[in-house]
């Protein structure tokens, strides 16, 4: 089913495809204003009407009965590669949001969305993908005899189109993958590889144009260009595994390693200081032209505010969600991962358990030997905490000295198990510091979840503090478990 909006002569033509028909008439009532509004409530009819006709921006949902808002955005680039595409969904994943980039998607929003919004980013599109025309048009003018001018033409195009696609994404990994995607692609290199020393962080990134490149492959080629390829990282570190090194797969095709290969580096710049570089790997003897040399100069301008960006991102959401004392979870994140494993148990019908721990006396070791020394307790038994649990098990600092263990996938008797071990050793080895030794104890309080029974988040934290109340009560440095 199809239906039109304002076919007034010389408007933008704009589709609409999602599978709800009120979402379709409140899109085309909010731009039929503006633009000449076609609507369809499947994947395979907007496949038609885009093989017939040139839209200027296409709308889809994500999730569509038949195929999905991916596929339309895929065929739509296959047939013009300056499409511009909106994907709208209410079920995002990083992978179906690592799909959309990938194919070059303009913009993606979360549902419910802002109707301003939405009106300011299909403006933006329309402005875009008439930049794209004019672009073209003007490479493809015959009065522009000078390849070098219509080469400088499709290096602006080149570049304004790679900056919108890295703008789309916050994630690390997939910043790094479209940097050396379009490094490979422009240089026609061998090979590409980021180095990046910023805040704490001390990383390698590497991507061959074709194929898949071995971990020891590409070791072997750094180890015999090292001075050419890294400026900040050194050999040691990189050798020894303290680095790390993550490889990407390139297009499809196959890595051919080669005896020997020339490195190009170019420096990646923030304000006058250097956070690492990209290096370029084709054949031995390859002249690098002026242009081309120039684009990379270009393109790491670019992208070295958007790398220190997305790090200082990242450190910053982990510092929302971390202790700065022990660096595991803090009270909120502690908070935000009991509501996920609720809701999860609550969805899957399944069991997982909440241990509350407190150490023993611990104003007492405040009073005697310091907080320096609280503050060491605290720490050792953050270390044997996380030493006892599992991967995917979350360690939290409740409070000043007590902390909160979410065992995902575990009953009651298993907590219990893993929460006297916990108790045993805390009490056994004593804690030592630079100039004290000493002897403590805490104690435990266990509840469990069951997602066939659900109780409010509140309610699971009285139960477990319960239990915590009556270990101390009955004599401390031992677990109780919830009735």
């Known amino acids: 089913m199809e239906t039109t909006g304002n076919t007034a002569s010389g408007q933008p033509k704009v589709l609409v495809v999602d599978d709800d028909e009120s979402i379709c008439d409140l899109l085309k009532a909010a731009l039929s204003a503006r633009y000449d509004v076609t609507?369809?409530?499947?994947?395979?009819?907007?496949?038609?009407?885009?093989?017939?006709?040139?839209?200027?921006?296409?709308?889809?949902?994500?999730?569509?009965?038949?195929?999905?808002?991916?596929?339309?955005?895929?065929?739509?680039?296959?047939?013009?590669?300056?499409?511009?595409?909106?994907?709208?969904?209410?079920?995002?994943?990083?992978?179906?949001?690592?799909?959309?980039?990938?194919?070059?998607?303009?913009?993606?929003?979360?549902?419910?969305?802002s109707i301003p919004e939405l009106r300011g980013r299909v403006e933006k599109m329309v402005a875009s993908r008439e930049f794209h025309r004019k672009s073209l048009q003007l490479i493809k003018r015959d009065d522009i005899s000078d390849p070098e001018v219509k080469g400088h033409i499709n290096d602006v195009n080149s570049l304004y189109h790679f900056t919108r696609k890295l703008m789309l994404t916050l994630e690390i990994a997939e910043v790094m993958r479209i940097i050396l995607e379009e490094a490979n692609q422009k240089a026609g290199a061998l090979f590409c590889s980021l180095e990046v020393d910023l805040l704490e962080y001390r990383e390698v990134y590497s991507m061959p144009i074709t194929g898949e490149a071995g971990r020891e492959t590409l070791d072997k080629v750094f180890a015999d260009s090292w001075a050419s390829a890294f400026t900040h990282i050194d050999r040691e570190s990189f050798q020894k595994g303290?680095?790390?090194?993550?490889?990407?797969?390139?297009?499809?095709?196959?890595?051919?390693?080669?005896?020997?290969?020339k490195c190009l580096n170019y420096p990646l710049i923030v304000t006058g200081k250097s956070i690492g570089s990209l290096s370029v790997w084709t054949v031995p003897g390859r002249e690098i032209g002026h242009r081309l040399d120039q684009y990379l100069h270009i393109l790491t301008s670019i992208t070295s505010p958007v790398i220190e960006h997305v790090y200082t991102d990242l450190q910053a959401r982990f510092q929302a969600k971390t202790d700065s004392l022990t660096g595991i979870a803090n009270h909120r994140h502690f908070y935000e991962v009991l509501e996920r494993e609720i809701a999860r148990a609550n969805r899957k019908k399944t069991t997982f358990a909440l241990v509350l721990a407190d150490i023993d006396n611990f104003k007492l070791i405040n009073d005697t030997f310091g907080h320096p020394v609280g503050d060491a307790v605290i720490i050792e038994l953050t270390r044997r905490l996380n030493a006892n649990v599992r991967t995917g098990d979350v360690v939290a600092r409740y409070g000043g000295e007590e902390f909160g263990v979410i065992l995902t996938d575990t009953d009651l008797e298993g907590a219990a198990v893993l929460a006297n071990r916990v108790c045993e050793s805390v009490a056994a080895t004593p804690f030592t510091g630079a100039k004290h030794e000493l002897t403590c104890t805490a104690s435990f309080g266990l509840a469990a979840y069951d997602g066939t029974k659900p109780v409010s988040k509140g309610e699971l934290i009285f139960r477990a503090d319960q239990a915590l109340y009556r270990s101390k009560r009955e004599g401390k440095n031992r677990v109780t478990v919830a009735d």
């Open 39 to 113: 609507s369809c409530l499947n994947g395979r009819d907007a496949v038609a009407l885009i093989g017939e006709r040139d839209f200027d921006a296409i709308i889809t949902d994500l999730i569509l009965p038949d195929i999905s808002g991916i596929d339309i955005l895929a065929y739509a680039k296959n047939r013009d590669e300056f499409a511009e595409v909106l994907m709208i969904t209410g079920n995002a994943t990083v992978d179906s949001a690592a799909s959309a980039i990938n194919q070059g998607v303009a913009s993606y929003m979360l549902k419910p969305f």
């Open 242 to 261: 303290g680095i790390q090194h993550y490889i990407y797969k390139g297009r499809q095709g196959t890595f051919t390693p080669l005896p020997e290969y």
